[in-house]
């Protein structure tokens, strides 16, 4: 860390933010160290890892809401703003940036502003600013676009309700260019609509983010249990995992043993308004929710003809120009993605993919790591 930008002394600037589904600690790439060994090393004793309660630290003793976003102008001429993702593991000491976070991305533009990292801005007519962000995880380039107020400030407070988070607050618009994979080389790395690992016909899609795509029914299970019933199955953990270790190397991922992707994704029929119902591993814990870039993989793996997904799937909604919007249901609401395809069979390509998050700063202030290791 460099001297003179903790505020405090042995203390570093942080800002606890609410980012679409997820919670987590907000950082200047300048207030902690340039090394990445030292830096997570830091991450983990401010998160209190590792410890299930994360009771010597902040982090929230779940993944959900135990993340770090590291922010800074950006070194890309394609974008503004750097975001550098990592997920510091709850129980073991362990920061993976193997993977990017499109939930706590609806939250990197409000808190660039927030932190004077890119100059106040006056909204256009609608009353909202646009912000070029390089997901340095990927290396690839988000566009997002969220309200501000007279003084150019970010506006936190609106009507926009996304599932999983209670009440309401100002759209996050995120629109994706050149996400396909940005993780494992190519959307589908395998050159196939679905391949067979452990008997199960699977997808393997990289649409930001890594996911392993599957029919429940072909895991013995609706898709339609809560999380807390899908996670203490002691036949379908075991296979999951097995499944996934399968599909790292094939995703040229290579040994994903101790790494959090690929996530997997089980679908069913829709039970209400949704495309299809979805239960998300990520990758041990079941997901309350669904991941941003996770739901834009799946959607893929949906509305692409002819994968094991798309053979549940209900109605799809669709614009003239091609834009189809992929609901997923998930155990806490319902998920909205517009996706736009071209090409056939396996050859296809994402041509357009983006959704609505929210975003809320919670606090801003010092955090003080733990002194010993």
Do not use: W
């Not at 589904?21 to 830096?39: I, Q, W």
């Not at 997808?203 to 029914?217: E, H, I």
């Amino acid at each position: 860390m460099k001297p003179g930008k903790a505020v405090a002394v042995g203390g570093v600037r942080c800002m606890l933010m609410r980012g679409g589904t997820s919670k987590g600690s907000f950082f200047v790439v300048d207030d902690l160290p340039s090394d990445p060994a030292e830096r997570d090393e830091l991450v983990l004793r401010i998160m209190g890892s590792p410890d299930p309660r994360q009771i010597d630290g902040v982090g929230g003793a779940h993944p959900l809401t135990t993340k770090v976003a590291v922010v800074g102008p950006s070194v890309d001429p394609r974008a503004e703003i750097d975001y550098l993702f990592l997920q510091p593991s709850v129980d073991r000491a362990l920061v993976s940036d193997a993977q990017n976070c499109g939930n706590m991305l609806a939250a990197v533009g409000p808190f660039a502003l927030e932190r004077g990292l890119i100059d106040r801005r006056s909204a256009g007519d609608d009353g909202r600013v646009s912000m070029r962000i390089r997901m340095v995880n990927t290396d690839s380039i988000a566009v997002a676009s969220f309200p501000v107020d007279k003084t150019g400030s970010p506006r936190y407070r609106g009507d926009t309700a996304i599932s999983g988070v209670p009440g309401t607050a100002a759209a996050v618009r995120l629109d994706f260019e050149d996400v396909a994979g940005g993780s494992c080389g190519s959307l589908l790395p395998t050159g196939s609509l679905f391949d067979e690992l452990d008997g199960v016909p699977c997808t393997l899609v990289d649409c930001g983010m890594p996911v392993v795509v599957m029919r429940a029914d072909s895991m013995g299970v609706t898709g339609t249990e809560d999380c807390a019933q899908l996670e203490t199955d002691p036949e379908l953990r075991p296979r999951l995992e097995r499944i996934r270790l399968e599909a790292g190397p094939l995703m040229n991922l290579g040994d994903v043993a101790d790494t959090t992707v690929p996530k997997l994704t089980l679908v069913a029929a829709p039970t209400s308004v949704g495309t299809v119902t979805t239960r998300t591993f990520i990758p041990h814990r079941c997901h309350d929710a669904i991941g941003v870039l996770g739901a834009l993989s799946v959607a893929v793996a949906v509305m692409a003809d002819g994968t094991p997904a798309s053979k549940v799937r209900g109605p799809v909604k669709a614009d003239p120009d091609g834009t189809m919007c992929c609901e997923l249901e998930h155990p806490t609401g319902v998920f909205a993605t517009t996706l736009q395809l071209q090409g056939e069979g396996a050859d296809i390509g994402v041509v357009r993919a983006g959704i609505i998050r929210t975003a809320r700063k919670l606090m801003d202030g010092v955090v003080f790591p733990r002194e010993y290791p």
